[in-house]
T-cell receptor, first 115, second 113 residues
Framework: AQSVTQPDIHITVSEGASLELRCNYS??????LFWYVQSPGQGLQLLLK??????LVQGIKGFEAEFKRSQSSFNLRKPSVHWSDAAEYFC?????????????FGSGTRLQVQP | DGGITQSPKYLFRKEGQNVTLSCEQN?????MYWYRQDPGQGLRLIYY???????QKGDIAEGYSVSREKKESFPLTVTSAQKNPTAFYLC????????????FGQGTRLTVV
């Protein structure tokens, strides 16, 4: 069964600083990988996704993520954080080969942005 | 407007009552899902449906029930057997490559009073 680990429960960065959120996955084949963002009391919005091909993927709001098969990682990055980026971020892995095809989510990383 | 509509946004339940959360979609997606979200635990899968008139238990199905009589609708009933129902409930559909990309509604916050 697939699993996702987000080692950082809470991260605080200063506005304008760079950001990296970590995500490690466990899956027996090439996974489908996703990053979602959630504002308080809201649903989840897709930031970016990786299916195949170029291992560096670009998303919305200036985010990018890099798939590293050797490290089983899919870390999310942003060069300069804005106050509006404060939210909770979830990494997810999709299991294409199982009948369930439901995403498995990490426990999330809450991002706080200091002025 | 295409999307997923969950209602109500807030729901209060008395001990021992069943309540039903609504989820409607007009994305024409076959697959629909219900997740439960608790602080610090991410999203956990309750039930999912790949096609009309078929659904499967997820990881935490006990105390919940669903139906899928129409493609557009996937209601979730929280029964009195669910011992700790206070949580944020998210409905999702799946599309995109391999039908794995999840699209989410805005959620329903259920509180037991």
């Amino acid at each position: 069964a697939q699993s996702v680990t987000q080692p950082d429960i809470h991260i605080t960065v200063s506005e304008g600083a760079s950001l990296e959120l970590r995500c490690n996955y466990s899956y027996g084949a090439t996974p489908y990988l996703f990053w979602y963002v959630q504002s308080p009391g809201q649903g989840l919005q897709l930031l970016l996704k990786y299916f195949s091909g170029d291992t560096l993927v670009q998303g919305i709001k200036g985010f990018e993520a890099e798939f590293k098969r050797s490290q089983s990682s899919f870390n999310l990055r942003k060069p300069s954080v804005h106050w509006s980026d404060a939210a909770e971020y979830f990494c997810a892995v999709g299991a294409v080969r199982t009948g369930r095809r439901a995403l498995t989510f990490g426990s999330g990383t809450r991002l706080q942005v200091q002025p | 407007d295409g999307g997923i509509t969950q209602s109500p946004k807030y729901l209060f339940r008395k001990e021992g009552q069943n309540v039903t959360l609504s989820c409607e979609q007009n994305l024409n997606h076959d697959a629909m899902y219900w997740y439960r979200q608790d602080p610090g635990q991410g999203l956990r899968l309750i039930y999912y449906s790949q096609i009309v008139n078929d659904f499967q238990k997820g990881d935490i199905a006990e105390g919940y029930s669903v139906s899928r009589e129409k493609k557009e609708s996937f209601p979730l009933t929280v029964t009195s057997a669910q011992k700790n129902p206070t949580a944020f409930y998210l409905c999702a559909t799946a599309g995109g490559v391999g039908n794995t990309e999840a699209f989410f509604g805005q959620g329903t916050r259920l509180t037991v009073v």
